[in-house]
């Protein structure tokens, strides 16, 4: 239950201070960027002319119906993927299902730009894949060829969403469903598609849902694998190169928001129906079959054949990172560190790393400060309309950063910043800002989740023994949340230190450049292959360290508060 | 037209020193059994006794046991679940949310690969008996409790399983539909005639339904036969002590020129006509509450005691008063009537057991 004080002096201005910036940083960009798209360009008038015009032009069609075809192909590839694994490990003994299941994780922490060059080296017509074929059978495949490479590297990447969603549906099941099938005398395949695939349907649905959305607003990838026929490199382009006014680059980014609108909306009513078959009373806990050993070689040929391809990238970037010259081999000709003392000496590279350690840094901080105060506003206060707050900050998760990134600039343009004289569409600031708001949905989630950990008993403890609303929250509130806050800022570092999207739009000096922007420069030719692996590996580094500590963090916390947390602590 | 007996074909359930263990851990120990066709058997048990892991390897869930379970006359143990036409009836009912009653139960028919009219058909039957014809088009979510309980059932019996399996079928049931179930249950297996498991921790669910039960306890059958007979004559303590309260006194039996007669360490002396066994040694004395009664004038050559009233409890139809006898309750339960005498705590009884109804179980 919520505490229905409507609200102090101090929660009332904070409520306010947050909502302003979301105003100011999301809501006002994101609209204008919406209002430019159907306003005529010279006019000024409400029109549609914009779309007209878009529909009309061969080039953007195709692009349209490119991002669509890219975005349902890695929705089946990443399935295709993701089913089979998810099944075996939550469905049979399976020595190192644990494995599996991380190692499915892995994917997620390299940005599929960064394993997009690599991936060419191992997959592309002259790579290493292709020769071997090519040698010993005498045929290639085009894996890598114009839009099959996206999607080849955009389903590796984001193939983990379907997985992780796909496992814990499978997991709820009530075991008893499954096996009131088979008495019936279901088994094997027709038993999976009648049963237990439809049970797992909202997770999967949830899962898709995700994947369909990333891929479509995805910019990094396309522009590095050279494939501007997709509608994200379509609207980046027309804005970089003819400008903030060329009004196509707007329409861009209405169709591209409301396509993640859907896809969030989709997966949002699949996991609000997901408790429909979860374990009831009586019903059977994990009954994990036995394989027969002809089975057993037959899932672990599937499962290291996936494990193969998800590794690929990270495989490739290392042996990039480290070889001399790799270019119509198999593997590179030598090996070397050269390239790692090329970025540590070079000032840009080394500028690229402490940009974005100082970006990623900041943003981070102000998702979690937001992100508590909308928690403990949300959770703990009466104030009205602060699930507005929560709505708002949420609805960033629709917004992508392409998508920002040309509202900020057609927002901030001609905003002076006092003292030193400079557009904030310039400044390096702003890049900060526009991470903190793609990151700040996740944040939030962290922050609400470690709030709801909270018994609302114990608060009410401290303010039955004398302590202020304040101090409570100072003294007891924010310590026992503080691992969950924790998560949610190493979860937001890690993430916005490779976000490339916004960033690549709002970058307007190289000093000001952060690592994305720098292994996307390097990765533009040949010889900066070498190094902007090397910079890559950091990258992955960062962002699997913060991932590892967040995971610990979460680990440690649920231990620790475990007698903290109880029925009471939900409003 | 409805399903009848004519359709089942009733078989016999026998299973042989069967024994099966999760890992490390032996859950079922040397477990022999036989129930004849067209009996509704149940197994009895508190919780992790072994009873559902029975009758979840009758149904070929879980590890595979050792020992055979035969049905019919034919072992299946090494039958995989989804050949063994044995009907089980989940405790979570365990109907599919995304179909409709109507599917639910013509599932197992589709399986077979009937033809559509026969399915139609039989499904149409199934509903009818559990009187379920009208919501055929429902989904489960929009069906109470006992509705759900009936469409698990007619999913079953529908594809006319050689033995129904029921786990703990009415534990999700509040108390008066819990009653009103057990009925139903029982007239479908009469009208039926088919072989049916029953598993239940509750021994008035088990005494009310089944013709004979098996009483498990850690994994082992601790004894087999009809309500009655486990009641009165209980195998061991353990079976004396879950069916119902019993005064079990230990001590020794003597042989006597008359009879037995066994001496309680308590200090209990009673003189017996029939023992089990006849063994004489240490063993138990074990008598039901209502089988002694208060007053000073026992029949012929039966022991008067007294002892001290520490609680009584009030229970409806009697009341329940524990004597303390040498630092030892003994449970006594008289009718309650109205105008009944009451004792207050702390006062001096006098108490005689029913001779006919006290027996000596060697240790």
Known sequence: MTNSIPGSWGTRSAALLIFAFLLLFLVIPVSKVIFVAFQDPHSGSFTLINFVDFFNTQLFRESFLNSLYVASMSVILASIFAIPLAYFTTRFNFGGAVIIQTLGVIPLIM?????????????????????????????????????????????????????????????????????????????????????????????????????????????????????????????????????????????????????????????????????????????????????????????????????????????????LSFGTIWSFSVL???????????????????????????????????????????????????????????????AALAVPGVVLGIGFLRTFHEFQVPLIDKPLASWWVIIVIALAIRRLPYALRACMAALQQVSIALEEAAQNVGATRFRTVHKV??????????????????TAAVELSATI?????????????????????????????????????????????SHKVIEHYKHAHATASNEGGQP | MTITASDIQSVSVDIEDLHLSFGDTKVLEGVNLSIPAGEFFAFLGPSGSGKSTLLRAIAGFGPRPRGSIRIGGVDIVDLPPWRRDVGMVFQSYALWPHMTVEKNVAFGLVERKLDRREIKQRVGE??????????????????????????????????????????????????????????????????LKLTTIF???????????????????????????????????????????????????????????????????????????????????????????????????????????????????????????????????VLIETPHTSGDPNFCIGEQVSFYLDRENVFFLNA
């Open chain 1, 111 to 319: 940005p599929p730009f960064v394993g997009a060059v690599a991936m060419q080296l191992l997959f592309g017509d002259n790579g290493s894949i292709n020769l071997l074929l090519d040698e010993h059978f005498g045929f290639t495949i085009p894996f890598m060829q114009g839009l099959n490479g996206v999607i080849l590297v955009e389903s590796i990447h984001y193939f983990p969403f379907i997985l992780i969603n796909l496992s814990a549906a499978l997991d709820n099941i009530d075991r008893a469903m499954e096996e009131s099938a088979q008495n019936l005398g279901s088994y094997g395949v027709r038993l999976f598609r009648r049963i237990v695939f439809p049970l797992a349907m909202p997770g999967y649905i949830a899962g898709a849902a995700l994947v369909f959305l990333k891929v479509f607003d995805d910019l990094g990838t396309p522009l590095l694998l050279n494939v501007n026929n997709m509608l994200a490199p379509q609207a980046y382009l027309r804005i970089s190169s003819i400008g903030i006014s060329d009004p196509m680059g707007y329409v861009i980014s209405v169709i591209l928001v409301l396509f993640s609108l859907v896809a969030l909306w989709t997966s949002m009513l699949a996991l609000k129906g997901r408790d429909y078959s979860t374990v009831q009373k009586g019903g059977g806990g994990l009954m994990k079959r036995d394989l027969r050993p002809w089975e057993k070689l037959g899932s672990y040929f599937v499962i290291f054949l996936i494990l193969f391809l998800v590794l690929s990238p990270h495989i490739g970037l290392v042996l």
């Open chain 1, 332 to 394: 590179p000709d030598a090996y070397t560190v050269a390239h790692y003392a090329e970025v540590f000496s070079n000032d840009s590279s080394v500028r690229y790393i402490t940009n974005t350690l100082l970006y990623a840094g900041l943003a981070a901080f102000i998702d979690v400060i937001i992100g508590t105060a909308i928690a403990y506003l949300v959770f703990r206060t009466g104030i009205k309309g602060r699930k507005v707050l929560d709505y708002m900050a949420t």
């Open chain 1, 477 to 494: 509130v924010i310590p026992l949340m503080a691992g969950g806050i924790l998560a949610g800022f190493i979860t937001s570092f890690a």
């Open chain 1, 505 to 549: 739009m709002l970058t307007s000096t190289e000093a000001d450049a952060p690592l994305a922007y720098g292994i996307y420069i390097f990765m533009q030719s040949a010889a900066g292959r070498g190094p902007g692996a090397a910079l890559g590996i950091i990258a992955v580094i960062i962002v699997g360290l913060g991932t590892y500590l």
């Open chain 2, 126 to 191: 199934a509903l009818e008996l559990v009187g379920l014809t009208e919501l055929a088009n429902r989904r489960p979510n929009q069906l109470s409790g006992g509705q759900q309980q009936r469409v698990a059932l007619a999913r079953t019996v529908v594809i006319r399983p050689k033995v129904l399996l029921l786990d703990e079928p009415l534990s999700n049931l509040d108390a008066n539909l819990r009653v009103q179930m057990r009925r139903d249950i029982l007239n479908l297996q009469q009208q």
């Open chain 2, 199 to 329: 598993v239940t921790h509750d021994q008035e669910e088990a005494n009310t339904t089944s013709s004979r039960m098996a009483v498990l306890d850690k994994g082992v059958i601790q004894q087999v036969g009809t309500p009655v007979e486990l009641y009165d004559t209980p195998a061991n303590r353990f079976v004396a002590e879950f069916l119902g309260h019993a005064n079990i006194i230990d001590g020794v039996l003597h042989k006597t020129e008359k009879g037995f007669e066994f001496i309680g360490d308590n200090g209990l002396h009673s003189s017996l006509d029939r023992t089990s066994g006849n063994e004489t040694g240490r063993g138990m004395l074990i008598f039901r509450p209502q089988n002694a009664h208060f007053g000073t004038k026992p029949p012929e050559e039966t022991e008067l005691y007294s002892g001290v009233v520490e609680y009584q409890e009030f229970l409806g139809s009697s009341r329940r008063f524990a004597v303390n006898i040498n630092g030892k309750h």
